[in-house]
């Protein structure tokens, strides 16, 4: 079975969704970068392992020399257990989904699961991507700038924030007197139907 984890940093639907339907595989950690989160609430309820990191332990690379425990000193060793390379590794994760995860994936994680993570986005890549557009201010600047249509977009994750080959996309129409709550909405309901469903096939089409 393959073991998925799920990077998240807020409200959780996504994850929650994912957890509940993914079939491809199980959902068996869930990764958070805010305490406050509510997505631990869900977790908890579901069931799912979740850990809190911080940006530091995200961005060493320490666990890169997972397996070579043995050799290394023993603060070395501890402090590979605390990296998030470290931990994926210790939880033997084979697939790694992005729900709603606002910090950027540094190369060392990109590296050691080569096309085997997927991120959703809120908008019609590459439209309205990049640092800083997350949640609601996309919505308000597809608004800002009269888009007709926006959507979702399902991606593998590259070095790129919000970037790399896109392996879905769904629309929505958007309305004159639609404010980014009435879209936001929309967006949601996209993301319900489809990102259970475009990501197990894709664990299925690369046989993790
Ligand atoms: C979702 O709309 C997701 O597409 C978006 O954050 C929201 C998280 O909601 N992701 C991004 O903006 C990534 N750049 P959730 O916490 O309820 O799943």
């Not at 509940?20 to 977790?43: D, H, M, S």
């Not at 308000?140 to 959507?151: D, L, P, T």
């Not at 924030?161 to 996309?169: A, E, S």
Request: hydrophobic share 45%; aromatic share 8%; proline share 6%.
């Amino acid at each position: 079975m393959t073991r998925i984890a799920i990077f998240a940093s807020g409200n959780g639907s996504n994850a929650e969704n994912l957890i509940r339907n993914v079939t491809a595989g199980e959902v068996v950690l869930l990764l958070c970068n805010n305490p406050k989160a509510f997505v631990l609430k869900r977790a908890k309820e579901l069931q799912v392992p979740a850990v809190v990191f911080s940006r530091q332990e995200l961005d060493d690379a320490a666990g890169a020399l997972a397996g070579e425990a043995t050799h290394m000193p023993a603060p070395e060793a501890s402090r590979q257990e605390r990296s998030v390379l470290g931990l994926l590794k210790a939880h033997r994760i084979d697939f790694i989904v992005l729900a709603g995860f606002l910090w950027k994936i540094p190369a060392h994680v990109i590296s050691a699961w080569p096309g085997r993570i997927v991120n959703i986005h809120p908008a019609l890549l590459p439209k309205y991507g990049g640092a800083g557009m997350y949640g609601e201010r996309v919505h308000r600047e597809v608004i800002k700038n009269k888009e007709k249509e926006s959507g979702i977009t399902i991606h593998v994750v590259d070095q790129l924030y919000d970037h790399g080959p896109i392996l879905f996309q769904a629309t929505c129409p958007v309305d004159g007197t639609d404010t980014p709550e009435a879209l936001a909405r929309k967006i949601y309901a996209l993301e319900q139907q489809y990102f259970p469903v475009v990501v197990d096939k894709y664990i299925k089409q690369v046989a993790v």
